[in-house]
């Protein structure tokens, strides 16, 4: 019977062995920004879709879409921190 069948531990790592998990927190705050920007986008988006449904003019509604997303994306980035 080889030690594989008894159950033996021969290879599990000892604690000193395990690698130390640092967090960056650096790269966290670029994926909170980047995560409000995204909602940023699909807000201002939502919102020039609306508007160019209801007043029947795409370019309207892209002005207001972008003009939105300029002004949502630093808020809910600055907010979301």
Do not use: C
């Amino acid at each position: 019977m080889s030690q594989a069948e008894k159950g033996s531990t021969v290879n599990s790592p000892s604690p000193t062995d395990m690698p130390v998990v640092s967090y960056d927190f650096h790269r966290s705050r670029e994926a909170v920004d980047r995560g409000a920007v995204i909602i940023a986008l699909i807000a201002a988006i939502m919102a020039g879709v609306t508007t160019a449904q209801s007043i029947n003019s795409i370019a309207i509604g892209l002005v207001i879409g972008s003009t939105l997303f300029a002004l949502l994306a630093p808020l809910f980035a600055t907010a979301a921190r």
